[in-house]
């Protein structure tokens, strides 16, 4: 069955770099778009980009533009997303979601969905 | 960037109530590129309508969607207890996707 699981909760200061792994199992890793979806607490869904595991190529939304970082390693179906330099409003939910098939674009958007991971900048 | 409007921001129902959602784009929607994701506390979304009006593998048939262009509505028939939750259209394709700021479905 497809899965989706996201490494565990992160505490960091700010401007200290955090990264989120997110492994993918359970179907052609590179065949499917992954994207990250952030949520701040009591707030909504926040679309942040999107990476093709087969090329490795991101896109990324404007508001992350140089914040963000999305990459993979395909020898372990793996995701990641990093935040080089976090500040207070970047603490959230940040959850991987799988996206439309690379080839096939009528398939449905994020049907599967990683568990979550927490992300709070502190100081 | 294609901006979405929810509304109602609440809807307050009781079970066995319908409850009809409104997702308003500013943009038309090309290729009916629209879904719609229901949302628990401590859980992640889960997808219950995608192409404007195709219900997901599992989704019950008292989830709908309709609409086309700049309006998508999700209908929920005879709601059920577990059906109170936030509710996220969301418009995908070309980039940026983007969602909606949610519904919240509770109970009266």
């Known amino acids: 069955q497809v899965q989706l699981v996201q490494s565990g909760a992160e505490v960091k200061m700010p401007g200290a770099s955090v990264k989120v792994s997110c492994k993918a199992s359970g179907y052609s890793f590179t065949a499917y778009y992954i994207h990250w979806v952030r949520q701040a607490p009591g707030q909504g869904l926040e679309w942040m980009g999107w990476?093709?595991?087969?090329?490795?190529?991101?896109r990324y939304a404007q508001k992350f533009q140089g914040r963000v970082s999305m990459t993979r390693d395909t020898s372990i179906t793996t995701v990641y997303m990093e935040l080089p330099r976090p500040t207070f409003d970047d603490t959230a939910v940040y959850y991987c979601a799988r996206g439309r098939s690379v080839d096939i674009l009528t398939t449905p958007p994020f049907d599967y969905w990683g568990q979550g991971t927490q992300v709070t900048v502190s100081s | 960037e294609i901006v979405l409007t929810q509304s109602p921001g609440t809807l307050s129902l009781s079970p066995g109530e319908r409850a009809t959602l409104s997702c308003r784009a500013s943009?038309?929607?090309?290729?009916?590129?629209l879904a719609w994701y229901q949302q628990k506390p401590g859980q992640a979304p889960r997808l219950l309508i995608y192409?404007?009006?195709t219900r997901a593998p599992g989704i019950p048939d008292r989830f709908s969607g309709s609409g086309s262009g700049t309006d998508f509505t999700l209908t929920a028939n005879r709601l059920e207890p577990e059906d109170f939750a936030v509710y996220f259209c969301l418009r995908y394709g070309t980039s940026p996707w983007t969602f909606g700021q949610g519904t919240k479905v509770e109970i009266k």
């Open positions: 192409g404007a009006s």
């Open positions: 943009q038309s929607i090309s290729n009916n590129q």
């Open positions: 990476i093709n595991p087969n090329s490795g190529d991101p």
